[in-house]
């Protein structure tokens, strides 16, 4: 028993220490998942704190998504994009990838743009080469033709000494003398006789001495050749023979000298003609012969007549220029009316420039009478009377040259009021200045001998008619006599002087070629190409922004070089546009768009309301409308204000546009334009007479109303609409009981009131051409706001030009139907013809078809890069009408 129990006892021991065991090993189990587990629940609560934060900015997020929805659904509503569901535009990814494609074709661009530089390298490298053998063949082949040139010339001489000397051995053949046995003849090659040359050849002893040069004896010289006697019968020492007498050697010495330096090679041939019995002096030194003609010219240069008038050249031409500056416009006047052109011509501060065009003519002219010299050199000369004795006559040739300077003058002031001869247009096509000046020059030349040619023909009319009164009218004031001997000039006979006719024609064509180069350069300078900044970064360069020049009170110059500026940032330069469309910091508004826009709208909104009131007169056959009164008025006050302002007033005056910026110059609201007329009876320079002929007429007058007399009829400016009166205003024809009795005839107006209504008449063409003057402005804004709109659709990143798009359309549309209204008229669309004969300017005749071109090609560029998005912007019904037919191309 005890051992069992023993035995018992050992196993239970062993098995509690295996359960022990266990137990442990479940132990050190469960903290080993305790561990695991624990670090489990670590990760799954930061797990649960970030999934906390993520839901929370997910909900921020949320928010935020909803209120940009409502903001783009108010923007899409103000936009007025809202009512079209399927407009979606352009999203951000778009735009991104656009920018991406942009970028890679930037970078290829870059990459061609460096290879053909580097080709454009190698062409400048080997087209230098070239032309640097050219020149060098150019000269090795001037040289050859020079040097044949000469030995052909030395062949001939030699051939002639030849000839000369056999036949004088020929003719003085003596008979031979016997030497003696033993005795050599003595020949020297270096000495000539007489015999060996000619009589016509030989030269004398001093022939070849060379004068001391000095400027005292040139100067004087040269005095003495311009000072030779010129007597009443107009002749005149010839200035060769006077010379030859005064140093008979001079002549030979410059043929001599010539003949050494052309044929070098004669001189060596001579010497196998020679004889003891007679030396020659060594030939002359060219270098010496130089210096004579250099000397002579250059104190004919520095002579106290030629600086002198060298001088004055200089002041006309400085007065030509500053005339220029004074009297150019960039909106030409046109005369619709003969009275108005009469008008023009006798306007004070024309007769002001044509007395200084006639001043400086005459200043021209006496320069070229110094230059020419002879017997149109002074104003007197002397003159041998019958009884022998000398008096100071008038030299007629000098007074005819000035007074054609004068008359020319006169008339090319004349011709640049009838031309437009101030007006400055803009090119089309930008070219440099050089290149311009050099095209243009051979019209100078062609327009100033034509020109010339004219002038000298209508003055010697009006000198061969009028020439005796100043020719009176100097002797008299001047104390001198006319040489009764001496032919007139102011005779048929005395005109008919070729020589004459030509001096007059060369001083005339130099007169008008001077004017026309200076007018010329001014226009090409003043109408260079300026580029303004769009926005500046300092406040004191402000005023100088394009938005700033636009919208601020400019001279017109800067005003359209503005709007030139606008249309080439519009076409060429995306950086400039970028500044356009950008928005002002702080704030966040676009003002260079709004003040381009608004310029550009305002500019567009004038001439469509001229339009509209210049039709408004045609369509009465020239009479303004009546204002309506009583029951005719419309009830909307609104159609009873645009109707106020479209209607001509009867009161107003026809003028001429005299800016397109009017409204910013004067500072109130301008009045409509009825029809073209001028010249401006504003002006203080307006003559009270032609402010009579021209006043408003009064109820009183036998001019207000209608006159149905059979011999007078009051009309306003008749164009060109051959209706009469009353089936144009819709009422029935005269009565005969409505002609008036013989004692209203007391009152008809007088025949000179008659001729001057006669001469208001309007010229249909001339008016057309006025109504379209300032147009060039109108193009410029068309093509700028176009372009604008255009790179919008891909540039504009804030969408600034979305809101001004309907209004930009809608004004382009009412303009549209006013141009194509007005050519309708008759008259309107015949092109005129141009003139090449004259310098003056003829662009402004045809600026009315430019601007129907652009404005329909303006719409077109708009259409073709929205297409029917269009259809979503808010406009009239008539507006859509007649949009559909440009995105149907069917205009």
Same mark, same amino acid.
């Given at each position: 028993?005890?051992?069992?129990?023993?035995?018992?006892? #050992?196993?239970?021991?062993?098995?509690?220490?295996?359960?022990?065991?266990?137990?442990?090993?479940?132990?050190?189990?469960?903290?080993?998942?305790?561990?695991?587990?624990?670090?489990?629940?670590?990760?799954?609560?930061?797990?649960?704190?970030?999934?906390?934060?993520?839901?929370?900015?997910?909900?921020? @997020?949320?928010?935020?998504?909803?209120?940009?929805?409502?903001?783009? #659904?108010?923007?899409?509503?103000?936009?007025? @994009?809202?009512?079209?569901?399927?407009?979606?535009? &352009?999203?951000?990814?778009?735009?991104?990838?656009?920018?991406?494609?942009?970028?890679?074709?930037?970078?290829?661009?870059?990459?061609?743009?460096?290879?053909?530089?580097?080709?454009?390298?190698?062409?400048?490298?080997?087209?230098?080469?070239?032309?640097?053998? +050219?020149?060098?063949?150019?000269?090795?082949?001037?040289?050859?033709?020079?040097?044949?040139?000469?030995?052909?010339?030395?062949?001939?001489?030699?051939?002639?000494?030849?000839?000369?000397? *056999?036949?004088?051995?020929?003719?003085?053949?003596?008979?031979?003398?016997?030497?003696?046995?033993?005795?050599?003849?003595?020949?020297?090659?270096?000495?000539?006789?007489?015999?060996?040359?000619?009589?016509?050849?030989?030269?004398?002893?001093?022939?070849?001495?060379?004068?001391?040069?000095? &400027?005292?004896?040139?100067?004087?010289?040269?005095?003495? *050749?311009?000072?030779?006697?010129?007597?009443?019968?107009?002749?005149?020492?010839?200035?060769?023979?006077?010379?030859?007498?005064?140093?008979?050697?001079?002549?030979?010495?410059?043929?001599?000298?010539?003949?050494?330096? /052309?044929?070098? $090679?004669?001189?060596?041939?001579?010497?196998?003609?020679?004889?003891?019995?007679?030396?020659?002096?060594?030939?002359?030194?060219?270098?010496?012969?130089?210096?004579?003609?250099?000397?002579?010219?250059?104190?004919?240069?520095?002579?106290?007549?030629?600086?002198?008038?060298?001088?004055?050249?200089?002041?006309?031409?400085?007065?030509?220029?500053?005339?220029?500056?004074?009297?150019?416009?960039?909106?030409?006047?046109?005369?619709?009316? *003969?009275?108005?052109?009469?008008?023009?011509?006798?306007?004070?501060?024309?007769?002001?420039?044509?007395?200084?065009?006639?001043?400086?003519?005459?200043?021209?002219?006496?320069?070229?009478?110094?230059?020419?010299?002879?017997?149109?050199?002074?104003?007197?000369?002397?003159?041998?009377?019958?009884? /022998?004795?000398?008096?100071?006559?008038?030299?007629?040739?000098?007074?005819?040259?000035?007074?054609?300077?004068?008359?020319?003058?006169?008339?090319?002031? =004349?011709?640049?009021?009838?031309?437009?001869?101030?007006?400055?247009?803009?090119?089309?096509?930008?070219?440099?200045?050089?290149?311009?000046?050099?095209?243009?020059?051979?019209?100078?030349? +062609?327009?100033?001998?034509?020109?010339?040619?004219?002038?000298?023909?209508?003055?010697?009319?009006?000198?061969?008619?009028?020439?005796?009164?100043? #020719?009176?009218?100097?002797?008299?004031?001047?104390?001198?006599?006319?040489?009764?001997?001496?032919?007139? @000039?102011?005779?048929?006979?005395?005109?008919?002087?070729?020589?004459?006719?030509?001096?007059?024609?060369?001083?005339?064509?130099?007169?008008?070629?001077?004017?026309?180069?200076?007018?010329?350069?001014?226009?090409?300078?003043?109408?260079?190409?300026?580029?303004?900044?769009?926005?500046?970064?300092?406040?004191?360069?402000?005023?100088?922004?394009?938005?700033?020049?636009?919208?601020?009170?400019?001279?017109?110059?800067?005003?359209?070089?503005?709007?030139?500026?606008?249309?080439?940032?519009?076409?060429?330069?995306?950086?400039?546009?970028?500044?356009?469309?950008?928005?002002?910091?702080?704030?966040?508004?676009?003002?260079?768009?709004?003040?381009?826009?608004?310029?550009?709208?305002?500019?567009?909104?004038?001439?469509?309301? &001229?339009?509209?009131?210049?039709?408004?007169?045609?369509?009465?056959?020239?009479?303004?409308?009546?204002?309506?009164?009583?029951?005719?008025?419309?009830?909307?006050?609104?159609?009873?204000?645009?109707?106020?302002?479209?209607?001509?007033?009867?009161?107003? @005056?026809?003028?001429?546009?005299?800016?397109?910026?009017?409204?910013?110059?004067?500072?109130?609201?301008?009045?409509?334009?009825?029809?073209?007329?001028?010249?401006?009876?504003?002006?203080?320079?307006?003559?009270?007479?032609?402010?009579?002929?021209?006043?408003?007429?009064?109820?009183?007058?036998?001019?207000?109303?209608?006159?149905?007399?059979?011999?007078?009829?009051?009309?306003?400016?008749?164009?060109?609409?051959?209706?009469?009166?009353?089936?144009?205003? /819709?009422?029935?024809?005269?009565?005969?009981?409505?002609?008036?009795?013989? +004692?209203?005839?007391?009152?008809?107006?007088?025949?000179?009131?008659?001729?001057?209504?006669?001469?208001?008449?309007?010229?249909?063409?001339?008016?057309?051409?006025?109504?379209?003057?300032?147009?060039? $402005?109108?193009?410029?804004? =068309?093509?700028?706001?176009?372009?604008?709109?255009?790179?919008?659709?891909?540039?504009?990143?804030?969408?600034?030009?979305?809101?001004?798009?309907?209004?930009?359309?809608?004004?382009?549309?009412?303009?549209?139907?006013?141009?194509?209204?007005?050519?309708?008229?008759?008259?309107?669309?015949? #092109?005129?013809?141009?003139?090449?004969?004259?310098?003056?300017?003829?662009?402004?005749?045809?600026?009315?078809?430019?601007?129907?071109?652009?404005?329909?090609?303006?719409?077109?560029?708009?259409?073709?890069?929205?297409?029917?998005?269009?259809?979503?912007?808010?406009?009239?019904?008539?507006?859509?009408?007649?949009?559909?037919?440009?995105?149907?191309?069917?205009?």
């Amino acid at each position: 028993m005890a051992s069992a129990n023993e035995k018992g006892e #050992k196993v239970s021991k062993f098995e509690t220490l295996k359960l022990l065991e266990k137990c442990r090993k479940e132990r050190d189990d469960a903290m080993h998942r305790e561990s695991v587990l624990r670090e489990k629940l670590r990760q799954y609560e930061s797990r649960m704190r970030s999934t906390e934060a993520l839901k929370q900015k997910l909900k921020t @997020l949320t928010m935020d998504n909803k209120e940009l929805r409502k903001q783009v #659904k108010t923007l899409r509503t103000e936009i007025g @994009l809202e009512c079209n569901p399927k407009f979606n535009g &352009r999203t951000t990814k778009d735009i991104i990838n656009d920018l991406h494609d942009k970028e890679r074709e930037c970078s290829s661009l870059v990459e061609k743009a460096g290879k053909l530089s580097l080709t454009i390298d190698d062409l400048t490298s080997e087209l230098a080469n070239t032309v640097t053998s +050219k020149t060098l063949l150019e000269d090795q082949v001037q040289s050859l033709q020079q040097n044949l040139k000469d030995m052909t010339n030395n062949q001939r001489r030699l051939l002639k000494l030849w000839e000369d000397k *056999k036949v004088q051995r020929e003719q003085l053949a003596l008979p031979a003398i016997a030497q003696k046995p033993g005795q050599k003849p003595v020949v020297h090659k270096a000495i000539q006789t007489e015999m060996s040359i000619g009589s016509s050849q030989k030269l004398p002893v001093n022939a070849f001495e060379t004068k001391p040069f000095s &400027r005292d004896n040139d100067r004087k010289t040269v005095l003495d *050749k311009h000072s030779f006697p010129t007597y009443g019968n107009g002749y005149h020492h010839d200035k060769k023979a006077f010379l030859h007498d005064e140093t008979k050697g001079s002549d030979l010495l410059e043929s001599c000298g010539q003949h050494c330096l /052309g044929c070098p $090679a004669v001189a060596t041939h001579h010497h196998h003609f020679c004889n003891p019995q007679q030396v020659q002096s060594p030939p002359p030194d060219p270098d010496d012969i130089r210096l004579f003609l250099h000397a002579e010219c250059l104190s004919l240069l520095t002579s106290a007549s030629a600086i002198f008038s060298l001088i004055l050249l200089c002041g006309v031409i400085l007065m030509v220029g500053f005339l220029n500056l004074e009297y150019y416009t960039v909106i030409p006047t046109i005369a619709c009316s *003969k009275i108005a052109l009469l008008g023009q011509l006798l306007h004070p501060r024309q007769l002001v420039n044509s007395l200084a065009q006639c001043i400086m003519g005459m200043i021209v002219a006496w320069c070229c009478a110094i230059t020419i010299g002879g017997r149109y050199e002074t104003l007197g000369h002397p003159c041998s009377q019958t009884d /022998g004795s000398f008096k100071v006559c008038l030299n007629e040739y000098h007074l005819i040259l000035l007074l054609a300077g004068a008359f020319v003058g006169f008339s090319h002031s =004349l011709l640049g009021v009838i031309h437009n001869m101030s007006y400055v247009s803009f090119h089309t096509v930008q070219q440099y200045k050089y290149l311009r000046f050099k095209g243009s020059l051979p019209l100078v030349v +062609k327009c100033s001998a034509t020109q010339a040619l004219y002038s000298v023909r209508n003055y010697i009319a009006v000198y061969f008619f009028l020439g005796y009164i100043p #020719k009176a009218w100097i002797c008299k004031t001047l104390n001198l006599h006319l040489n009764s001997s001496a032919q007139p @000039l102011d005779s048929i006979t005395g005109l008919l002087d070729l020589s004459l006719l030509y001096h007059l024609w060369l001083s005339a064509s130099f007169l008008l070629f001077t004017w026309h180069i200076t007018q010329l350069l001014f226009r090409i300078f003043v109408t260079e190409v300026y580029s303004f900044p769009v926005q500046s970064s300092f406040t004191e360069d402000a005023h100088q922004t394009l938005p700033k020049v636009l919208t601020d009170k400019q001279p017109m110059i800067l005003k359209f070089l503005a709007l030139q500026d606008l249309a080439l940032l519009s076409q060429h330069s995306p950086s400039r546009r970028c500044e356009v469309f950008s928005l002002s910091q702080p704030g966040g508004h676009p003002h260079n768009w709004n003040a381009i826009s608004k310029e550009c709208l305002s500019l567009l909104t004038d001439l469509t309301q &001229r339009l509209i009131a210049y039709h408004d007169t045609v369509a009465t056959n020239g009479r303004a409308k009546s204002l309506s009164t009583g029951s005719e008025r419309k009830t909307s006050s609104e159609t009873s204000g645009t109707e106020d302002l479209m209607s001509p007033r009867p009161s107003l @005056l026809m003028k001429t546009p005299a800016s397109v910026f009017a409204r910013s110059i004067v500072g109130g609201p301008q009045s409509p334009l009825t029809a073209p007329f001028t010249p401006d009876l504003d002006s203080p320079f307006a003559s009270p007479a032609l402010r009579r002929l021209t006043a408003p007429v009064e109820q009183c007058s036998p001019w207000f109303g209608t006159v149905q007399s059979p011999h007078v009829m009051r009309r306003g400016p008749k164009l060109w609409s051959t209706s009469t009166d009353s089936q144009v205003n /819709g009422s029935p024809p005269a009565s005969p009981a409505s002609v008036p009795s013989p +004692k209203q005839e007391a009152s008809k107006p007088s025949l000179l009131a008659q001729f001057l209504q006669n001469r208001k008449e309007q010229l249909p063409e001339a008016s057309s051409q006025a109504l379209f003057a300032d147009s060039q $402005a109108h193009i410029w804004a =068309l093509e700028g706001l176009s372009y604008l709109v255009k790179a919008s659709y891909s540039e504009d990143q804030f969408g600034v030009v979305q809101t001004t798009l309907p209004s930009i359309l809608s004004c382009m549309l009412v303009l549209q139907e006013a141009v194509d209204r007005h050519f309708k008229l008759p008259h309107a669309s015949s #092109k005129p013809v141009r003139s090449t004969s004259s310098m003056g300017d003829s662009t402004h005749k045809t600026l009315r078809f430019a601007l129907r071109a652009n404005l329909k090609t303006a719409i077109y560029r708009i259409t073709t890069t929205f297409g029917d998005h269009l259809k979503a912007v808010q406009m009239s019904a008539e507006h859509r009408k007649r949009l559909q037919q440009f995105l149907e191309y069917k205009e």
